[in-house]
Every structure is written in structure tokens, then in C-alpha cells.
């Protein structure tokens, strides 16, 4: 089993920045992690991707240029740097990992991808 607690979540103007922390316990090693964000009355959808070894990285279009994820295998963290945020950002964000002996879903662009997720923290940008 997999743990995983988001923080650093908060509210902002458009144009600053928020870093969102994911920091991962239990059963840690995991393969591709990746932060979903969800906003009222819409669909959980991806934000960005990374696999275990940090070579394959993705962003949604909406947000490539002005966020950054990362991970940290040694410390058990995935970070998302975002910056320049925009009211349309304002949703919950959520920490997502696939576990290495998941069997289900190859779409790492949806949620049925992974198996693991953490409880949300809520970003606000406002205008």
C-alpha cells in the first residue's frame, strides 16, 4: 500500500505561483506519479506525468510553459512548481502514483491509470 498527502495548496492571485508537495509513504516505490486536478462539476483530468526515472514527462497543453513537475525517489516527494496561474487553474488538485504490480489501466492520461491517490488540496487563483 501507498500513501500519499498533498500540501501547499492555498489561494493566489492570477500571475503568482503555488508549489504543491506530494509526499509518499507505505510501499513507496511506485512507477509513473502524476497530478490530476479537478473543478466543480468537471471531470478529474491530468495536469503532468512523470515515470520513475524522471526520462518521460507530460503536460496537459493548457498548462505546459508555466508548470513543472518533479520527483524526488529518495525523499518519497512529487512536486508540481506552478507558476503564472490563471483563474481557469482553480480546482482540486490530487497527488495520483501507480503502484509497480497494478494490472489495471495503461492510459496514463486518465485516472483508471492509477491506483493510489491522496485527499486533494484545493487551489483558488483569483482574477
Known amino acids: 500500500q501507498v500513501q500519499l498527502v498533498e500540501s501547499g495548496g492555498g489561494l493566489v492571485q492570477a500571475g503568482g505561483s503555488l508549489r504543491l508537495s506530494c509526499a509518499a509513504s507505505?510501499?513507496?516505490?511506485?512507477?509513473?506519479m502524476g497530478w490530476f486536478r479537478q473543478a466543480p462539476g468537471k471531470d478529474r483530468i491530468l495536469v503532468a506525468r512523470?515515470?520513475?526515472?524522471?526520462?518521460?514527462?507530460y503536460y496537459a497543453d493548457s498548462v505546459r510553459g508555466r508548470f513543472t513537475i518533479s520527483r524526488d525517489n529518495a525523499k518519497n516527494m512529487l512536486s508540481l512548481q506552478m507558476n503564472n496561474l490563471k483563474p481557469e487553474d482553480t480546482a482540486v488538485y490530487y497527488c495520483?502514483?501507480?503502484?509497480?504490480?497494478?494490472?489495471?489501466?495503461?492510459?496514463?492520461?486518465?485516472?483508471?491509470?492509477?491506483?493510489?491517490w491522496g485527499q486533494g488540496t484545493q487551489v483558488t487563483v483569483s482574477s
Open positions: 507505505g510501499r513507496t516505490f511506485s512507477n509513473t
Open positions: 495520483a502514483a501507480r503502484g509497480l504490480s497494478y494490472s489495471g489501466s495503461y492510459d496514463f492520461q486518465s485516472p483508471s491509470g492509477y491506483n493510489y
Open positions: 512523470i515515470n520513475l526515472t524522471c526520462s518521460t514527462i
